[in-house]
Structure formats: C-alpha cells, structure tokens
T-cell receptor, first 111, second 114 residues
Framework: QKEVEQDPGPLSVPEGAIVSLNCTYSNSAFQYFMWYRQYSRKGPELLMY????GNKEDGRFTAQVDKSSKYISLFIRDSQPSDSATYLCAMSEGGSYIPTFGRGTSLIVHP | SAVISQKPSRDICQRGTSLTIQCQVD?????MFWYRQQPGQSLTLIATANQGSEATYESGFVIDKFPISRPNLTFSTLTVSNMSPEDSSIYLC???????????FGPGTRLTVT
C-alpha cells in the first residue's frame, strides 16, 4: 500500500461545477498537507498549505483535512476552464523538508 | 516564493549519451532538490543537493548515474548519464519555502531518450 493514494482521473466537469479532489494516506505522522496545481508542460505550483485538521479557504479553493479518517480534500467552487490541470496532494511529518506526493488527479473543466 | 529556471526545457537524446540539466534560483537557498516525474506517476525525489557537500541520493538512485553539482547557493546541475529509454521523464528542480517542507518547483526539463 502506497503512503499516499490519489485517483488519477481524468475528472471531467462542466464550467461552474463544484469540484472535489481527494487523497487518502496511511502515515498517521503526517501533519502538514499541501495541494499543488500543475498545468501541462509546467512545474507544480503550490496552491494550498494546511496544518493539522480543519478547513482552509482561499478564494474559490477550500482545503479540508480529516486526520481521523486520514483523508484530505480540495474543493474548487465555480470551476473555470482555466482550472484544467493536474492536482497533486502532498504531505509531510514536518521538519523533514521532503513531502510525499500523490500521483495527481487530472481535471478537465469544459465550457 | 523563489523564481526557478531550468535549462534546457526539453531535449531528445540518443541512448548511451549524457545530458546535463541546469537549475538557477533567483535567491540564495540552502537546499535544492531534484525530482523525476514519469507519466501517470507521482514525483520521485532523486537527490538533495546542499552547497559545499556531496548530494544525498534516495534509494534507487546512484551518483554514477545522476551526478549532481552545487557550486553555489543559487545554482545546481543534474546529469543523466549513459541514458536509456527508461530515463525518458520530466526532471524538476525545487527549493523549500520559508515553512521548511513546502516545495517550489522549476518548470521542468522534458527528456526523451531514443
């Protein structure tokens, strides 16, 4: 079993939909949780950074962490075609400098 | 966040040859990292490069195959040696942010080995 599991998709939604992207993990020592967005032929870009359980909101994006279930989510409201990208989750124990990445979910938002 | 550039952005190479990838950061950083990203796979850390010391390689990666240089606090190179088609991948360099565990990535080098 991999430490971080993420469905690769693709996930195809119409413009304006609410998107839910998810990751599960097995290492209970993970405390810091990140979401990256990667456009085609670009490097990953840090989108959200959260610590421990709870929600964090930034514009149309909400990151949610449920440590009891070892489950994290990224919600995108009012999705736009420009949101079409691969979204990677990542998590770390803290202090190690090196997060563990999921394989990424490909999201397609069609007009 | 740091601005990171990589050269080349892409290359097509013949098997048995070597390619050196350059990574330039716009600010001084202690640690730089090299990742490989294969299609449909998660990011795999190759090595951590600290200025003034030998790079630290992850399991499955060796210095003879992936020699790394780190001559100063803003620059690093990764060489992919004696390439085979299995080395076809995207190679990314990264640095850590102020929190210590989030990574900021360069645009990547897309390598195809024929």
């Amino acid at each position: 079993q991999k430490e971080v599991e993420q469905d690769p998709g693709p996930l195809s939604v119409p413009e304006g939909a609410i998107v839910s992207l998810n990751c599960t993990y097995s290492n209970s020592a993970f405390q810091y949780f990140m979401w990256y967005r990667q456009y085609s032929r670009k490097g990953p870009e840090l989108l959200m950074y959260t610590y421990s359980s709870g929600n964090k909101e930034d514009g149309r994006f909400t990151a949610q962490v449920d440590k009891s279930s070892k489950y994290i989510s990224l919600f995108i409201r009012d999705s736009q075609p420009s949101d079409s990208a691969t979204y990677l989750c990542a998590m770390s124990e803290g202090g190690s400098y090196i997060p563990t990445f999921g394989r990424g979910t490909s999201l397609i938002v069609h007009p | 966040s740091a601005v990171i550039s990589q050269k080349p952005s892409r290359d097509i190479c013949q098997r048995g040859t070597s390619l050196t990838i350059q990574c330039q950061v716009d600010s001084q950083v202690t640690m730089m990292f090299w990742y490989r990203q294969q299609p449909g796979q998660s990011l795999t850390l190759i090595a951590t490069a600290n200025q003034g010391s030998e790079a630290t390689y992850e399991s499955g990666f060796v210095i003879d195959k992936f020699p790394i240089s780190r001559p100063n606090l803003t620059f690093s190179t990764l060489t992919v040696s004696n390439m085979s088609p299995e080395d076809s991948s995207i190679y990314l360099c990264s640095v850590t942010g102020y929190r210590g565990d989030e990574q900021y990535f360069g645009p990547g080098t897309r390598l195809t080995v024929t």
